[in-house]
């Protein structure tokens, strides 16, 4: 079955530390993205890519960093510079970086204390 | 500036009872229109969307969406609601070109389902 997968589930870090996030999709999806959740706020765009090897900033990059060295993958880096990691985080895909329709994956939730 | 409104935080509803969840965008083009659910600790599932044609769009789940541009409008209904629907229900638009993609999201409405 195509998807996305996001690994792992829950993770907890100490502040201070930086933690990657997983992000795999076997949909041949050009586009992925970034989104963080916390509740009531939505999802606020985090950082995009609608090609292996660029990416761009979304409204909240701030204290985040990404890669993109493979069309399948799209990890995301909580740098300890990010003020208030402890959220929900999405990742998502598309056919291409003109096609709206995002499909999501299960999410992580990151616990920083 | 791109917005999307959903003007219920948090919505009750009796199971077997009608629901109607209402968005509203603000957007300079002919927007695309999605809405998507979320189950507690889970990512987003989409329901349905607009793009062109029939303002009267079916999604899965037996929802559906009426786009109305003169209201900036695309409330979402579906004429009995079940418990399993309790979930988070969250609209976006995108669709200008420049945003390359990107989809804007409004805060969400929160379904409750009393038996």
């Known amino acids: 079955d195509g998807g996305i997968t996001q690994s792992p589930k829950y993770l907890f870090r100490k502040e201070g530390q930086n933690v990657t996030l997983s992000c795999e999709q076997n949909l041949n999806h050009d586009a992925m993205y970034w989104y963080r959740q916390d509740p009531g706020q939505g999802l606020r765009l985090i950082y995009y890519s609608q090609i292996v090897n660029d990416f761009q900033k979304g409204d909240i990059a701030e204290g985040y960093s990404v890669s993109r060295e493979k069309k399948e993958s799209f990890p995301l880096t909580v740098t300890s510079a990010q003020k208030n990691p402890t959220a929900f985080y999405l990742c998502?895909?598309?056919?291409?970086?003109?096609?709206?329709?995002?499909?999501f994956g299960p999410g992580t939730r990151l616990t920083v204390t | 500036a791109q917005s999307v409104t959903q003007p219920d935080i948090h919505i009750t509803v009796s199971e077997g009872a009608s629901l109607e969840l209402r968005c509203n965008y603000s957007y300079g083009a002919t927007p695309y229109l999605f809405w998507y659910v979320q189950s507690p600790g889970q990512g987003l599932q989409l329901l349905l969307k607009y793009f062109s044609g029939d303002t009267l769009v079916q999604g899965i789940k037996g929802f559906e969406a009426e786009f109305k541009r003169s209201q900036s409008s695309f409330n979402l209904r579906k004429p009995s609601v079940h418990w399993s629907d309790a979930a988070e229900y969250f609209c976006a638009v995108g669709g200008d070109g420049g945003s390359q993609g990107n989809l804007i999201f409004g805060k969400g409405t929160k379904l409750s389902v009393k038996p």
């Open positions: 998502a895909s598309s056919i291409s970086g003109t096609n709206y329709e995002q499909y």
